[in-house]
């Protein structure tokens, strides 16, 4: 059997079972949102992880930081262009007065100042990117036992990832609580162990 037809086979196996009558679940010993083996109720709540690290102060204070020094980029690239563009546009007028050898030369140093801008403004954009993902470690390195703290508060059992999750009831969702839980415990974090620095 394909393996698309396998799998759609699982998914209408798995639903009838999902809309058997309660009966029929109560005869195998569990109903959904129960443990089979211990027939207590379990409450799972949910929680977007992503959502969780932009709206707090801390991923908040990253995003600002980011679009700092983004636009300080932004700048730097535009003055760099207007550099490159007059400096092509000089190398084009002086041709006519140079020797081959001369503007071979002239456009070799050229084309190697504008490879190592090229290169130096990609290194920075890419210190961006380092500089958020070590931040989102550093977030959630500390947002377990915030977690566990406020899942018990809401009444919760299991925490899953909302994207895990095709449908649910309203109310499942604790990223609001979790958000403020982290703002109360860490913040907006502080000065980073490395900072965003962009010469």
Do not use: C, Y
């Not at 709540?45 to 980011?66: C, K, N, P, Y």
């Not at 550099?83 to 030369?105: D, I, N, P, Y």
Request: aromatic fraction near 6%; charged fraction near 30%; hydrophobic fraction near 45%.
């Amino acid at each position: 059997m394909h393996v698309a037809t396998r799998f759609v086979a699982m998914i209408w196996a798995a639903s009838l079972w999902l809309v058997a009558p309660l009966s029929a679940q109560e005869a195998l010993g569990f109903s959904l949102g129960q443990l089979a083996t211990q027939g207590a109720a379990v409450s799972i709540r949910t929680i977007d992880d992503e959502r969780l690290f932009r709206q707090s102060l801390f991923g908040r204070r990253v995003a600002d930081e980011i679009g700092r020094a983004s636009r300080a980029l932004e700048a730097e690239n535009d003055r760099l262009l207007e550099e490159l563009t007059a400096q092509e546009a000089e190398l084009t007028e002086q041709r006519a007065e140079m020797s081959v050898e001369e503007f071979r030369a002239a456009a070799t140093a050229f084309d190697a100042f504008a490879e190592e801008a090229r290169r130096s403004q990609a290194e920075k954009r890419q210190r961006l990117t380092q500089f958020e993902e070590a931040e989102r470690r550093r977030f959630f390195a500390s947002s377990e036992a915030v977690l566990q703290r406020v899942l018990e508060q809401v009444g919760g059992d299991i925490l899953i990832d909302a994207r895990a999750v095709i449908i649910a009831r309203p109310g499942l969702d604790m990223t609001d609580a979790a958000i403020a839980g982290m703002d109360d415990e860490i913040g907006d974090g502080g000065a980073p162990p490395f900072p965003l620095t962009l010469p």
